[in-house]
Nanobody, 114 residues
Framework: QVQLVESGGGLVQPGGSLRLSCAAS????????MGWYRQAPGKQRELVAT???????NYAYSVKGRFTISRDNAKNTVYLQMNSLKPEDTAVYHC????????WGQGTQVTVSS
């Protein structure tokens, strides 16, 4: 079973930046289209950014222009660069294939607060 390990979250002030990483345990998995998802308290999980195995990207309207998804297939890793963070970006962030294929990892908490 492929395992996904997210990291890079933390507490940041509004307007700040964070870079999230998602490492997959098996190289074959990273060749799928991948996505970053987030789930805020009391809300459903939402897809915020996607990247195909060829590097084409797409973003939710709420993060477009602020977030950048990228991947390093040699490292089995997907990244999410988050800039100009807002309090409404506060959530647990997860990665998975797009659409999801494996069990969710623990995710990484992002808290945007002054």
């Amino acid at each position: 079973q492929v395992q996904l390990v997210e990291s890079g979250g933390g507490l940041v002030q509004p307007g700040g930046s964070l870079r999230l990483s998602c490492a997959a345990s098996e190289s074959i998995f990273i060749m799928y289209a991948m996505g970053w998802y987030r789930q805020a308290p009391g809300k459903q999980r939402e897809l915020v950014a996607t990247i195909t195995n060829r590097g084409a990207t797409n973003y939710a309207y709420s993060v477009k222009g602020r977030f950048t998804i990228s991947r390093d297939n040699a490292k089995n890793t997907v990244y999410l660069q988050m800039n100009s963070l807002k309090p409404e970006d506060t959530a647990v962030y997860h990665c998975n294939a797009n659409p999801p294929l494996v069990n969710w990892g623990q995710g990484t908490q992002v808290t945007v607060s002054s």
